[in-house]
C-alpha cells in the first residue's frame, strides 16, 4: 500500500522536485498550493504519470483554521499522512532600515507560524498510529544571516529550533522530525540575480555553482525513507559546502 506525502508550497521550484520526487518512488502526494491554480492542476497531471493518486488542495497556511482544513481534505482523499514536508515559504526581502512591520509579520505569518499549524495538526494522527515523518525546510541563510532578509532569517533559524523541539517531544511515539538547510539553488529566486551577483555568490561556494532542486528533494526522500529511520532533530545542509 502506498504511503501518502502532503508537501507544502508543492508548485514551485523546489517544491515541485520534492513532489516528483515522491511519485517517482510510489507515494501519493497531497499537493497543496496557495494561489496558481493553473500550475497546480498541471503538476497534479503530471505527477499522475506516475501512477499515483494527487490531491491538490489551495489554502493558507498562515490560517490555522484553514491549515487543519488541508490536512482534512487530503486525509479525506488519500488516507492518513505518513510524511509532512513542511516547504511552503514567503520572502519579503529589504534592509531592516527599510522593512515595514507588515513585511516582517508576513514572513513569520507562513515560514514559522504556518509550519507549527501544519505540524499542530497533522501530529494528532501521527501520535494516534506512533509514526509519521516530517521534514521542514529551512535555508542557509538561517544559519548564517544575511542582509536585507532578517526576516526570512529569523523565521529559517526558528525552523531548525522548531524541529529540534517537536524531535525531542515526538520521538517516543517514532516520529521523526528533521530539517534540510538549502543553499542556492537554480530557481526563479536565483534566475532573477544579475551575473555579478550570481559569481559572487558562486565564489563562496566550494563547489563554484548553485545546486538543483533535485539535490534538495533527494535529501528528503531520504529523511522521509525507512533508511533515515534513526535519524530526528537533525539539519542537513545542502549548498556545496559554503557553510
Known amino acids: 500500500m502506498n504511503q501518502n506525502v502532503l508537501i507544502t508550497g508543492a508548485t514551485g ?103 507549527w499549524n501544519m505540524c499542530k495538526h497533522v501530529t494528532r494522527g501521527m501520535l494516534k498510529r506512533k509514526s509519521g515523518k516530517i521534514i521542514n525546510i529551512s535555508s542557509v541563510v538561517g544559519i548564517i544571516g544575511n542582509a536585507g532578509q532578517v526576516n526570512y532569517a529569523a523565521t529559517k533559524a526558528g525552523l531548525i529550533g522548531l524541529t529540534k523541539s517537536l524531535a525531542k517531544e515526538f520521538g517516543k511515539k517514532q516520529i521523526n522530525v528533521n530539517c534540510v538547510a538549502p543553499g542556492f539553488i537554480e530557481t526563479k529566486m536565483t534566475e532573477q540575480l544579475n551575473d555579478d551577483v550570481k559569481a559572487s555568490y558562486k565564489s563562496q561556494i566550494p563547489l563554484n555553482r548553485f545546486g538543483k532542486p533535485e539535490d534538495v528533494a533527494n535529501v528528503v526522500l531520504f529523511l522521509a525513507s525507512e533508511q533515515a529511520s534513526y535519524m530526528t532533530g537533525q539539519t542537513i545542509s545542502v549548498n556545496g559546502g559554503m557553510v
Open 13 to 115: 521550484g523546489i517544491g515541485s522536485a520534492i513532489a516528483e520526487a515522491f511519485a517517482k518512488n510510489g507515494y501519493n502526494i497531497g499537493l497543496h498550493y496557495h494561489a496558481n491554480e493553473k500550475k497546480a492542476t498541471a503538476l497534479k497531471k503530471q505527477l499522475e504519470t506516475y501512477g499515483v493518486q494527487v490531491e491538490a488542495v489551495k489554502g493558507n497556511i498562515a490560517d490555522f483554521e484553514a491549515s487543519k482544513d488541508i490536512i482534512t481534505a487530503v486525509e479525506d482523499a488519500l488516507g492518513p499522512i505518513n510524511v509532512l514536508v513542511n516547504n511552503a515559504g514567503l520572502t519579503k526581502d529589504t534592509l531592516m532600515l527599510r522593512m515595514k512591520e507588515t513585511d516582517f509579520d508576513a514572513v513569520v505569518d507562513v515560514n514559522l507560524k504556518g509550519t
